[in-house]
């Protein structure tokens, strides 16, 4: 299989080419075979991109709102159009099964597309009287070129998530996607191209991370969005604040799952197994510790055991495969290290801990720890594989003391039928995202963010527009000047 596209990068509405830049493959972590070829981006792409993008934004932010918001709206019609070969590519890159990629990563793309297309024409500033006459307003600017940055779990997904809010909001975007799953933001590009955005406003270079150091640095770009690591997280906010550049960071989790006695078992298994299986468990918001009542423990481990065992393994483009390889043969080496570690320090095995018996690609088989304390590696790191950590407790007290401890602030979750209790639970959560008898879904209507190590910012809803606008204060005064001098 081949995917390779017409160039590495996508400049000023046309691909770029520039085999200066350092080669590197694309794998389909299915086989372990290249599909593409690319070339990272040198200094004078970069500079060619940036430079594309200060042009483009300012008529583009002087476009009527409602124009911006079409060219989005048709991109998302254009997507859910070619939803399938889209979803083909992305299986391509991630390995993820296109059981998932044919209904979560292009569609949630296009929702991005469509939501702040709508959004876009509806934004608005206020007034504040001021007494005598005098009355100030408020106006909702761009900021200019931001800089998108982006992990391998939901390239596509990333891609939306950061552009289609910048562009609504009257900015450009430089995008860099990661290493690792480098193709579908070019086609967003060309489908945004397509759809009538003009040249220069959405811009995709490749490259690891020193690309991606000097987008952040660079003086044209006004902010930063990051998906990925904490570790990386550290450095992006780092490099930006020495510009004072806006930010918003999506970064990592160990979030927590707590189940109470009371719930439905069934959908308590159901969430955890999605919250710690989909996309082979690399996802961000993962429930990864599954803190269970420990009246409930036997019961909710045997369900969870039959069903995780009955997870079909398998070739990501057969629609009948529910997981499929990690993205790489590294991410898979650091989860079996886990397991490792997991195994030794004393956690008991359930189910899985290798690959599956499947040697053709980059599996890891859904693995589940019982026993789990909260001081081992495996309760307390990101393993950002299919590995659940279920741990017992007793109280209501207990259990959000020690969902709470950690570092991370992700996300987190409760299942009980007692709603006041799943209410007040979440209240006492140190996570940017929760859900009450669900977990990890993530509709554009609501936003997504963490807080402590997890982030700073949100993406998605209404909130997303704090976070790609700045306010521009304007004072009137009626009457006539009262100088001293
Ligand atoms: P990563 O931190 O290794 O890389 C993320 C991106 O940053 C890549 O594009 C990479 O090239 C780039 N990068 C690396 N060093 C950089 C630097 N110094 N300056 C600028 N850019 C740099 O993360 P990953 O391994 O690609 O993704 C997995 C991580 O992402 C996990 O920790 C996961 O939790 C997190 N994640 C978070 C969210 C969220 O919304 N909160 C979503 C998906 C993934």
Redesign the pocket.
Known sequence: MQAQPQASHYIDGAFVEDTDGAAFDVIYPYTGAAVARLHAATPAVLDRALAAAERAQADWAARPPVERGRVLRRAAEIIRERNRPLSELETLDTGKPLQETLVADAASGADALEYFGGYAPTVTGQTIALGGGDFAYTLREALGVCAG??????PTQ?ACWKAAPALAFGNAMVF?????TPLSALKLAEILTEAGLPPGLFNVVQG??AV??A??TDPRVAKVS???????GR??YA?AAEGIRHVTM????KSPLLVFDDASLDDAVGAAMLGNFYSAGQ???NGTRVFVQKSAIGAFLDRLEARSRAIVLGDPMEEATQMGPLVSAAQRDKVMGYIKAGVEEGARLVCGGGNGGRNDGFFVEPTVFADVTDDMVIARE?I?GPVMCVLGFDTEDEAVARANATGFG?AGGVFTADLSRGHRVVSRLQAGTCWINGYNLTPVEMP???VKL??VGR?NGHAALEYYTQIKTVHVSMGGVDAPY
């Open positions: 940055i982006g992990a391998w779990n939901y990333i860099k996607p990661s290493e690792l690891a991370g991606g150091a987008l952040v990051l998906t990925g690591s904490v570790e990386t450095k992006v490099a999506e970064l990592g989790g996802i961000c918001s990101e950002f992700l997504f963010g963490g997890s982030g993406e």
